[in-house]
T-cell receptor, first 112, second 114 residues
C-alpha cells in the first residue's frame, strides 16, 4: 500500500461550522504533513508531525488545529474559517530520513 | 535564503514535441532537487529527483540533471504526449534530510495538444 488517503474529497462549510479533514497512510511513515494549495499556486506548508509530535507550525491561524492520534492518522480540525481559507488541502507523508513525499489527492474546501 | 525559480507558464506544445521546463535554485549547502507533477484534480506525485551534483534523475521519459555550476535542474522530455498535460513543480530540500520542508517553485502548467 503506497497511498495516502484523504477524506472527504470535497467539503463545503459555513463560517460558523466545525469540520475535520482526515488523512491516513499505512506505509509506516513517521512524518506527516498538511499543505494548503490555492488555485494556480504551489503548495504552502502548514504543519509537520514527526513521530506523532508537532515539529513545525508555519504560523498557521488557530482556527486550524492539527492532530496526530497515531502514526497512521492525521487530522485537521477546522473552526470559524474565513472564505479566504477556501483551497485544496493536501496531506503528505514521508519515511523519516527519506525526503521523498507521498501526497494524497487532497480535500477541496469551500468556505461560504 | 533558499528559493526555486521556474519558467512562467503556461506552456503549450503539440504531441511529440520536445519539452524543456527551466528551473534554477539558490540554496546554502547541498540541497536535494525534485520535480513533482500534479495532474488535474489530484495531489502531487514525485516525478524524479537528484541528490548530488551531476546526478541525473529520470522517470517516464523525463530527465533532469543536477548542475551545481549553473544551479539548475531543468526538466526535459524528448516527445511529449497528451497525457503529460499537468502542472510541474521544481522543489528543493535545503538540508538534504528528512522532515525538512520542501521549497517549491511556482509551478509550470503544460498543455499538450493532439
Amino acid at each position: 500500500d503506497t497511498e495516502v488517503t484523504q477524506t472527504p474529497k470535497h467539503l463545503v462549510m459555513g463560517m460558523t461550522n466545525k469540520k475535520s479533514l482526515k488523512c491516513e497512510q499505512h506505509m509506516g511513515h513517521r512524518a506527516m504533513y498538511w499543505y494548503k494549495q490555492k488555485a494556480k499556486k504551489p503548495p504552502e506548508l502548514m504543519f509537520v508531525y514527526s513521530y506523532e509530535k508537532l515539529s513545525i507550525n508555519e504560523s498557521v491561524p488557530s482556527r486550524f488545529s492539527p492532530e496526530c492520534p497515531n502514526s497512521s492518522l492525521l487530522n485537521l480540525h477546522l473552526h470559524a474559517l474565513q472564505p479566504e481559507d477556501s483551497a485544496l488541502y493536501l496531506c503528505a507523508s514521508s519515511r523519516t530520513g527519506n525526503e521523498k513525499l507521498f501526497f494524497g489527492s487532497g480535500t477541496q474546501l469551500s468556505v461560504l | 535564503g533558499n528559493s526555486v525559480t521556474q519558467m512562467e507558464g503556461p506552456v503549450t506544445l503539440s504531441e511529440e514535441a520536445f519539452l524543456t521546463i527551466n528551473c534554477t535554485y539558490t540554496a546554502t549547502g547541498y540541497p536535494s532537487l525534485f520535480w513533482y507533477v500534479q495532474y488535474p484534480g489530484e495531489g502531487l506525485q514525485l516525478l524524479l529527483k537528484a541528490t548530488k551534483a551531476d546526478d541525473k534523475g529520470s522517470n517516464k521519459g523525463f530527465e533532469a540533471t543536477y548542475r551545481k555550476e549553473t544551479t539548475s535542474f531543468h526538466l526535459e522530455k524528448g516527445s511529449v504526449q497528451v497525457s503529460d498535460s499537468a502542472v510541474y513543480f521544481c522543489a528543493l530540500n535545503p538540508l538534504n534530510s528528512g522532515n525538512t520542508p520542501l521549497v517549491f517553485g511556482k509551478g509550470t502548467r503544460l498543455s499538450v495538444i493532439a
